[in-house]
């Protein structure tokens, strides 16, 4: 028997997580939360009963992610795509939908030791949703086990381009371009996810083998996990499931590898 079994863990999870290294936990997992159309049409249902659903998935996954003691989940839950290319009613579907979640969650949040932080364009989002998003951040500031980022407005070549505006303007304000000297970790400052180590493992649901759009530069060695599953039908079981998975992987960086043979 280990000593310290998270506790609040179902029959199954623990059975589950009993199988895994906690030394060799994801610091840092990414979640493509993808499907929740899919799985209201399989029912015969409107489009925004898959998202209703959907954030009923959120809170299982962080939940179990929050009692494994995973440091960082950060959810891709809106796109800067997806605020152009859906009609204006799912959009304020969704935005209603996000409102209401942040205010019934944030006891949940804190029970959990959950910080609650952003990415993406905030400042284009409608001031009663910003208005909202600051008040659960500051309402779970304190807390200091598992950061939950949401990706809201998002998208990775936008927070790129942030990220050199930013750069440059705070060259200009220090002393002009001429003593800039770019690297990765001034890169790393400027993003928005300049509070979080890169993400180890990142999971799609609903099947697409893409990113689209997420976090291009902090994924560059992440592990990749696609699975069937609809995001609305995923929880803690399908988690720990791809932790274990993960787990399996031999991660390389560019080396060889621990099992490679010498090379003549
Ligand atoms: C993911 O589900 C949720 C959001 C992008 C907001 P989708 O709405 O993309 O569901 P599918 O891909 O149409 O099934
Ligand atoms: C990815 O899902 C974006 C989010 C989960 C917010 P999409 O449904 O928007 O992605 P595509 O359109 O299939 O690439
Ligand atoms: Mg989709």
Not at 7 to 33: F, N, T, V
Not at 191 to 212: A, N
């Amino acid at each position: 028997m280990r000593n310290n079994v998270p506790a609040g863990l179902s029959r199954k999870e623990l059975e589950l997580y009993s199988q895994l290294d906690p030394e060799r936990l994801p610091k840092h997992i990414a979640i493509i939360m993808d499907g929740n159309g899919r799985w209201a049409k399989r029912r015969h249902l409107p489009r925004i009963a898959g998202h209703k659903r959907g954030v009923e998935a959120v809170r299982d996954v962080i939940q179990t992610a929050a009692r494994i003691h995973i440091p960082a989940v950060t959810l891709y839950a809106f796109s800067v795509e997806n605020w152009k290319r859906r009609p204006k009613t799912e959009v304020s579907f969704l935005m209603a939908l996000l409102r209401t979640y942040l205010k019934r969650e944030v006891p949940l949040m804190n029970e959990n030791n959950i910080r609650m932080e952003y990415i993406g364009r905030q400042h284009e989002l409608p001031p009663e949703v910003q208005e909202r998003m600051e008040w659960a951040r500051q309402a779970t500031a304190k807390n200091t086990g598992m950061i939950m980022t949401l990706a809201l407005n998002y998208g990775a070549r936008t927070e790129l381009v942030d990220a050199f505006e930013s750069i440059v303007r705070s060259a200009l304000n220090n002393g002009g371009l001429s003593h800039l000297k770019i690297d990765e970790a001034l890169i790393n400052r400027h993003l928005y996810t300049s509070h979080l180590p890169d993400p180890d493992l990142v999971i799609r649901t609903s099947g697409e083998m893409r990113l689209s759009n997420f976090l291009l530069w902090q994924l560059a060695y992440a592990e990749i996990y696609v699975t069937p599953t609809l995001w609305p039908d995923f929880d803690g079981v399908h988690l720990l499931s791809a932790i274990e998975e993960y787990q399996k992987r031999e991660r390389r960086y560019g080396g060889l590898g621990s099992t490679a043979h010498q090379l003549p």
